[in-house]
């Protein structure tokens, strides 16, 4: 019949219950009845997947024991590509034209394909058969997976439950297992509560799990010894439950996480307890079968802790999204020590529609209950079809957990094939054909071959369709430059020229900054207060015995001189030149005379008095220094750190721990001075790199060249700020110096400073009238001992100062402090000057070719990522050049199949994969091949 693919008649009538289903013969060219897909044209037969009433029997053999002929007629390609279901609108893009009319005996080929489709993640944008195994917790699925698989899979408690396996399997002369983790989600779990049931709705079905853009996959580990399995399946596991930390941490034997950390802890306390994320396993091996298929955690109602009931839920959604896909194959298990009408996951099949794709898997036989037929009638008719019905029947397998793959393999025979284990009925026996793990697989290998045979046409299609979206996507984005590598290292030479220039420059000039830190650090020196309350010939006669009694202070009380008096004639210096309105004493902060000396103890002057001011950056850090001592309490320092029985002697300790006080702060403005430094240079570097890329501004190369040239120069920075840390470090250690002649100078600069200011104060405080001071500095020879005598002569009228130690205390501090602050000043601007700078100066360029990525091996993809538009341009060509990569994958994995060109050496052991007919099988015949069987 033109157009159609007809089975033999004779065929059909010696199996007059149903469909006939030929073992394919790997030495000769085959069609399947079942495979080929398409049914004759007015048949009244259903779909492959229509109920028992229209397939055979469960009871049925699958097999033919020997040859059956049957002819087999293809349609005319146009007719073909018209009526098939899966036909595609290009008709020469169809899989079933001449070359590929053997497809029956490539099963090996056809599922080493799907495994590859599945493992590129695919199956996310195309339809692809897949086998979804599925069951309730209990139900021996893991010891079924196991065999499947043909390895001793983890068994144990909670292992391979809590997130989806895919299990690929072939042949292969040497055995290997490689590990995937594909990820399709990410987990966001709410941070302020508890997760709910009601989180779990059609809309999130999977809560707290959240759909990824895209699908990643990452590698996890290949192993060739089989003993490894368990380790790296759980620890792959714990992986994709901690969605947040890096999978590499968990990969045994190298992953810190795996490697200080007991297994069972870590699986208690993964941040999930469940994952719709996959495990993926590659498994290669001698006397593998073709298969692939996906093992769902196994349905369950009551979890073991309250809050996890929510979980219960995510895992039938997730069960039912395997299930529900139209081209998924399902793998149902039951056991038989349990009653099949309790399976929560076949009631589930029925609910999706999903029946007539199910296959049934009955497990535990050798657990099925004793005690006479009523207990198995169940069974009996659930095998001959007549109730549980399925679309692909029934099968039975037995698997101890006692037993290893070998022994498994032995007892299924023991117990299915010689009928010599005694607690397996009789009237089970017709169903042989059916029984046995290694039966299941050589039916589901055929079976899943032969679906993606038949759909390969449109999965063909749909990939090209996709891959044709994704580089018209590609196309749309801003092209690159051309010479994208040229463009890119003229602007980092230009760059790294006028950056040279523009250091040079700012180190001849930099003058300012280091000067006014020099003045910061000499204008926050410690500053004495040099007036005393006994400078007063006042009667006190309060309690308060403050040094510095407050100006409001209602019981000090004071004789004021009388208004006529005069200096040759006061017999008492009892009152203050100025008295306030009040009464009370008005307190100069500074008086001329010299800088940095107090008056009195306040801390605030008259609105009047003048500050001295400090340039940015170190405006804030004027008031360091004031309030530091008075006269008195550097008397008091004096004589508690005076030693017993050694008088008249100043300890070194007083002058220690004064000049360690006064330089303490000195880190303030040295930071703010390596801050401004750094903030001048960057925008310097800023402007420079701006004028360099003035052309490429649009794209990433300047957005990320700007973010390393401000990296470099934060990590020196970071190396430049430890290293005036010990500056500064030493400086507080102890008092040092061999410059005795400067310390000298410095030290008697200040003593006859304060001495001056000092007589001033008491001169002012006894009532004498006050002489500008007039800057010693600034004085003749001949002025300075005119002043001097002058002192000297108003001393014998006061009478000789009580504080003169103190004065010297204070000048050896004052001195030294500005013998170390210009010493620490210079040191600071040194390193910054000449380390600092020219270091950033000799290595920014290679710096930022190294942080661009520009010398490594993939260089070429680095320039034209640096040339994409903006950062969000770069991201979505990237991930479009993943998803091109992927769909071209896939297609050439396809036309590899379809061209039968060999795969490696992963073809069967001893197995020929020929892809052209046997000699003598096929002739054309008017644009028509009929081949014999």
Same mark, same amino acid.
């Given at each position: 019949?033109?157009?159609?693919?007809e089975?033999?008649?004779?065929?059909?009538?010696?199996?007059p219950?149903?469909?006939t289903i030929?073992?394919?013969d790997?030495?000769? *060219?085959?069609?399947s009845?079942?495979?080929?897909?398409a049914?004759a044209? /007015?048949s009244?037969?259903?779909s492959? !997947?229509?109920?028992?009433? %229209?397939?055979?029997?469960?009871?049925?053999?699958?097999?033919e024991?020997?040859p059956?002929?049957t002819?087999v007629r293809?349609?005319?390609?146009?007719?073909?590509?018209?009526?098939?279901p899966?036909?595609?609108?290009?008709?020469e893009?169809s899989f #079933?034209h001449?070359? @590929?009319?053997?497809?029956?005996?490539?099963?090996?080929?056809?599922?080493?394909?799907?495994?590859?489709?599945?493992? =590129?993640?695919?199956?996310?944008?195309?339809q692809l058969?897949?086998?979804?195994?599925?069951?309730?917790?209990?139900a021996?699925?893991?010891?079924?997976?196991s065999?499947?698989?043909?390895l001793?899979l983890?068994?144990?408690?909670?292992?391979?439950t809590r997130?989806?396996?895919?299990?690929?399997?072939s042949?292969?002369?040497?055995?290997s297992c490689?590990v995937w983790l594909?990820?399709?989600?990410s987990?966001?779990p709410p941070?302020?509560?508890t997760i709910?049931?009601?989180?779990?709705?059609?809309q999130d079905p999977?809560?707290?799990?959240?759909?990824?853009?895209?699908?990643? $996959?990452?590698?996890?580990?290949?192993?060739h010894?089989?003993?490894?399995?368990?380790d790296v399946l759980?620890?792959a596991q714990i992986?994709i439950l901690?969605d947040?930390?890096h999978?590499?941490?968990? $990969?045994p034997?190298?992953?810190?996480?795996?490697?200080?950390?007991?297994i069972?802890?870590?699986a208690e306390?993964?941040?999930a307890?469940?994952?719709?994320?996959?495990?993926?396993?590659e498994?290669?091996?001698?006397?593998?079968?073709d298969?692939s298929?996906?093992?769902?955690?196994?349905?369950?109602?009551n979890?073991a802790?309250?809050?996890?009931?929510?979980?219960?839920?995510?895992?039938?959604?997730l069960?039912?999204? !395997?299930?529900?896909?139209?081209?998924?194959?399902?793998?149902?298990?039951?056991?038989?020590?349990?009653?099949a009408?309790?399976?929560?996951? #076949?009631?589930?099949?029925?609910?999706?529609?999903?029946s007539?794709?199910t296959?049934?898997?009955?497990?535990k036989?050798d657990l099925?209950?004793? /005690?006479?037929?009523?207990n198995?009638d169940? +069974?009996?008719?659930?095998?001959?079809g007549?109730?549980h019905?399925?679309?692909?029947g029934?099968f039975i397998?037995?698997?101890?957990?006692?037993?290893d793959?070998?022994?498994?393999?032995?007892?299924?025979?023991?117990?299915f094939?010689?009928?010599?284990f005694?607690?397996?009925?009789?009237?089970?026996?017709?169903?042989?054909?059916?029984?046995?793990?290694?039966?299941?697989?050589a039916?589901?290998s055929?079976? =899943?071959?032969?679906?993606f045979?038949?759909s390969? *046409?449109?999965?063909?299609?749909?990939?090209k369709?996709?891959l044709d979206?994704?580089?018209?996507?590609?196309g749309?984005l801003?092209?690159? *430059?051309e010479?994208?590598e040229?463009?890119?290292q003229?602007?980092?030479?230009? #760059?790294?020229?006028?950056?040279r220039?523009?250091?040079?420059?700012?180190m001849?000039h930099?003058n300012?900054?280091?000067?006014?830190?020099?003045?910061?650090?000499?204008e926050i020196?410690?500053? @004495?207060?040099?007036?005393?309350?006994?400078d007063?010939?006042?009667?006190?006669?309060?309690?308060?015995?403050?040094?510095t009694?407050s100006?409001?202070?209602?019981?000090?009380?004071?004789?004021?001189p009388?208004?006529?008096?005069?200096?040759?004639?006061?017999p008492?210096?009892?009152g203050?030149m100025?008295?306030?309105?009040?009464?009370?004493h008005?307190?100069p902060?500074?008086v001329?005379?010299?800088?940095?000396?107090?008056?009195s103890?306040?801390s605030?002057?008259?609105?009047?008095?003048?500050r001295a001011t400090?340039p940015?950056?170190f405006?804030n850090?004027?008031?360091?220094g004031?309030?530091?001592r008075?006269?008195?309490?550097?008397?008091?320092?004096?004589?508690a750190?005076?030693k017993?029985g050694m008088?008249d002697r100043?300890?070194?300790e007083?002058?220690?721990?004064?000049?360690?006080?006064?330089?303490? *702060? +000195?880190?303030?403005?040295m930071?703010? #001075?390596?801050?401004?430094?750094?903030?001048?240079l960057?925008?310097?570097?800023?402007a420079?790199?701006?004028?360099?890329?003035?052309?490429?501004?649009?794209?990433?190369?300047?957005?990320?060249a700007?973010?390393?040239?401000?990296k470099?120069?934060?990590e020196h920075?970071?190396?430049?700020?430890?290293?005036?840390?010990?500056?500064?470090n030493d400086?507080?250690?102890?008092?040092?110096?061999f410059?005795?002649e400067? @310390?000298?100078?410095?030290r008697?600069?200040?003593h006859?400073?304060?001495?001056r200011?000092?007589?001033?104060?008491?001169?002012?405080?006894?009532?004498?009238?006050?002489?500008?001071l007039?800057q010693?500095?600034?004085?003749?020879?001949?002025k300075?001992?005119?002043?001097?005598?002058?002192?000297?002569?108003?001393?014998?009228k006061?009478?000789?100062?009580q504080f003169?130690?103190e004065?010297?205390v $204070?000048?050896? $501090?004052?001195?030294?402090?500005?013998?170390?602050?210009l010493?620490?000043?210079?040191a600071?601007?040194?390193?910054?000057l000449?380390?600092?700078?020219?270091?950033?100066r000799?290595k920014l360029?290679v710096?930022?070719?190294e942080?661009l990525?520009?010398r490594s091996?993939?260089?070429q993809?680095v320039y034209e990522r640096?040339?994409?538009?903006d950062?969000?341009?770069?991201t979505?060509r990237?991930?479009?050049?993943?998803e091109?990569?992927?769909f071209?994958k896939? =297609?050439?994995s396809?036309?590899?199949?379809?061209?039968?060109a060999? %795969?490696g050496g992963?073809?069967?052991?001893g197995?020929?994969q020929?892809?052209?007919?046997?000699?003598?099988?096929?002739?054309?015949?008017?644009?028509?091949?009929?081949?014999?069987?």
């Amino acid at each position: 019949m033109p157009g159609a693919i007809e089975t033999g008649r004779a065929g059909r009538k010696s199996r007059p219950r149903g469909r006939t289903i030929v073992k394919p013969d790997p030495d000769a *060219p085959i069609v399947s009845a079942t495979g080929g897909g398409a049914r004759a044209e /007015g048949s009244e037969e259903s779909s492959e !997947y229509d109920t028992s009433a %229209r397939n055979p029997p469960p009871s049925e053999r699958i097999t033919e024991p020997d040859p059956l002929m049957t002819e087999v007629r293809a349609r005319h390609r146009a007719t073909a590509a018209a009526a098939s279901p899966t036909s595609v609108p290009n008709a020469e893009e169809s899989f #079933f034209h001449t070359s @590929f009319q053997d497809i029956g005996k490539k099963l090996k080929e056809c599922n080493d394909t799907l495994g590859e489709l599945q493992q =590129l993640g695919v199956s996310h944008d195309v339809q692809l058969p897949e086998l979804v195994l599925v069951g309730d917790q209990s139900a021996g699925k893991s010891s079924l997976m196991s065999g499947l698989a043909n390895l001793d899979l983890p068994r144990s408690e909670g292992t391979c439950t809590r997130c989806p396996l895919h299990i690929r399997v072939s042949r292969h002369t040497e055995w290997s297992c490689r590990v995937w983790l594909r990820k399709e989600y990410s987990y966001q779990p709410p941070s302020d509560r508890t997760i709910n049931e009601s989180d779990v709705t059609h809309q999130d079905p999977f809560f707290p799990w959240r759909k990824l853009p895209s699908t990643a $996959v990452y590698e996890f580990k290949t192993m060739h010894d089989k003993s490894e399995i368990e380790d790296v399946l759980r620890w792959a596991q714990i992986a994709i439950l901690n969605d947040d930390k890096h999978h590499g941490l968990f $990969v045994p034997g190298s992953g810190s996480i795996a490697t200080n950390t007991p297994i069972a802890r870590a699986a208690e306390e993964t941040a999930a307890k469940f994952s719709p994320n996959i495990v993926a396993l590659e498994i290669k091996g001698p006397g593998l079968p073709d298969l692939s298929f996906y093992d769902m955690p196994g349905i369950f109602q009551n979890p073991a802790d309250a809050r996890d009931d929510y979980l219960v839920n995510v895992v039938r959604n997730l069960s039912s999204a !395997y299930m529900s896909h139209p081209c998924a194959i399902i793998i149902c298990s039951m056991p038989m020590n349990s009653d099949a009408e309790n399976s929560a996951t #076949f009631g589930l099949t029925r609910r999706l529609g999903a029946s007539s794709r199910t296959i049934g898997v009955l497990t535990k036989a050798d657990l099925l209950p004793k /005690g006479g037929t009523c207990n198995h009638d169940q +069974w009996l008719t659930i095998m001959k079809g007549e109730t549980h019905q399925t679309g692909l029947g029934y099968f039975i397998t037995s698997r101890p957990q006692d037993k290893d793959l070998e022994e498994l393999k032995k007892w299924e025979e023991h117990v299915f094939e010689d009928h010599s284990f005694d607690d397996w009925p009789e009237e089970f026996h017709q169903f042989s054909d059916r029984c046995g793990v290694e039966k299941l697989k050589a039916f589901l290998s055929e079976r =899943l071959g032969e679906e993606f045979a038949k759909s390969l *046409p449109n999965i063909k299609h749909t990939v090209k369709l996709h891959l044709d979206k994704v580089t018209k996507q590609l196309g749309s984005l801003p092209e690159l *430059p051309e010479n994208v590598e040229l463009k890119i290292q003229t602007g980092l030479m230009a #760059f790294a020229d006028i950056a040279r220039a523009k250091m040079d420059e700012f180190m001849r000039h930099f003058n300012v900054l280091p000067r006014n830190f020099r003045d910061c650090l000499l204008e926050i020196k410690p500053k @004495f207060t040099l007036k005393d309350r006994t400078d007063h010939p006042t009667i006190d006669i309060s309690d308060d015995e403050s040094d510095t009694p407050s100006m409001n202070t209602p019981t000090a009380k004071r004789h004021a001189p009388a208004s006529h008096a005069t200096p040759s004639k006061r017999p008492r210096l009892d009152g203050p030149m100025n008295p306030a309105p009040n009464g009370h004493h008005i307190k100069p902060e500074e008086v001329n005379g010299g800088p940095g000396l107090r008056a009195s103890s306040g801390s605030r002057p008259p609105p009047s008095a003048k500050r001295a001011t400090l340039p940015e950056p170190f405006t804030n850090f004027v008031t360091i220094g004031r309030g530091f001592r008075t006269l008195r309490e550097v008397r008091e320092e004096m004589q508690a750190k005076t030693k017993a029985g050694m008088p008249d002697r100043i300890s070194d300790e007083v002058y220690v721990d004064l000049v360690k006080e006064a330089v303490q *702060p +000195w880190n303030r403005p040295m930071d703010a #001075f390596i801050g401004q430094t750094m903030k001048d240079l960057q925008s310097e570097l800023d402007a420079t790199l701006s004028k360099a890329l003035d052309g490429l501004k649009k794209r990433s190369i300047y957005t990320e060249a700007k973010r390393h040239v401000r990296k470099c120069l934060e990590e020196h920075r970071k190396d430049t700020e430890a290293a005036l840390a010990g500056l500064y470090n030493d400086e507080m250690e102890r008092l040092l110096t061999f410059n005795e002649e400067a @310390f000298k100078k410095y030290r008697d600069d200040e003593h006859i400073v304060l001495t001056r200011f000092r007589h001033n104060m008491r001169m002012e405080a006894a009532g004498f009238p006050v002489r500008p001071l007039g800057q010693w500095g600034d004085m003749t020879d001949e002025k300075r001992v005119q002043d001097t005598k002058r002192r000297e002569a108003e001393i014998v009228k006061l009478g000789p100062d009580q504080f003169v130690r103190e004065l010297e205390v $204070v000048a050896y $501090v004052r001195g030294y402090y500005r013998l170390a602050a210009l010493r620490f000043a210079d040191a600071v601007s040194q390193r910054i000057l000449c380390r600092m700078i020219p270091a950033i100066r000799r290595k920014l360029p290679v710096y930022l070719e190294e942080k661009l990525g520009l010398r490594s091996a993939n260089a070429q993809d680095v320039y034209e990522r640096l040339m994409e538009e903006d950062e969000q341009t770069a991201t979505k060509r990237e991930m479009l050049k993943l998803e091109k990569n992927k769909f071209d994958k896939a =297609l050439a994995s396809i036309e590899l199949l379809e061209t039968g060109a060999s %795969r490696g050496g992963e073809g069967a052991e001893g197995d020929e994969q020929s892809t052209q007919p046997a000699s003598g099988t096929a002739a054309a015949v008017d644009g028509d091949t009929v081949e014999e069987v």
